[in-house]
């Protein structure tokens, strides 16, 4: 499946947003439900997830269409290690364990940080590395 990479920066800034509304409220809630939506994007596809959602109904219809596409296994797989970080550091927070909830939050907001200031997704170049690690 080929995906706009236009709608990956968007829920990457959202993703920015949230993360760091986490840490300043300090909210193992907040972050529970930014890991149900790593899930759904991980799970359910890119397209399913709310900001996807949200790109392709609120955005995608005001922008012209992309000059090219790009695979979605990538970002789905960068939605996983979200999904990940996400867990721990929700388990962190609701368990009383705070630096564990803290630092996989922070840890997962620089890399949605790095996708939505820069356009550098951490997650996909993981992908990448350990698909070619994998065929050599």
């Known amino acids: 499946m080929q995906i706009d990479p236009r709608g990956q920066r968007f829920a990457a800034v959202l993703t920015t947003l949230v993360l760091a509304a986490v840490l300043i409220a300090d909210s193992g809630a907040l972050l529970a439900v930014q890991t149900?939506?790593?899930?759904?994007?991980?799970?359910?596809?890119l397209r399913y997830s709310p900001y996807g959602r949200l790109y392709q109904v609120a955005v995608r219809p005001r922008l012209s269409p992309p000059s090219e596409l790009e695979d979605a296994?990538?970002?789905?797989?960068?939605?996983?290690?979200g999904l990940g970080f996400g867990l721990v550091g929700t388990v962190g927070y609701l368990t009383g364990v705070h630096w564990l909830g803290l630092a996989a939050t922070a840890l997962a907001l620089a890399a949605?940080?790095?996708?939505a200031a820069f356009g550098y997704c951490l997650g996909c170049e993981m992908y990448l590395?350990?698909?070619r690690v994998r065929s050599a």
Not at 36 to 45: N, Y
Not at 73 to 81: I, L, N, S, T
Not at 112 to 115: I, V
């Open 129 to 131: 590395l350990i698909r």
């Open 36 to 45: 149900v939506v790593f899930a759904l994007g991980a799970f359910a596809g």
């Open 73 to 81: 296994r990538p970002p789905r797989f960068a939605q996983a290690v």
């Open 112 to 115: 949605a940080f790095l996708n």
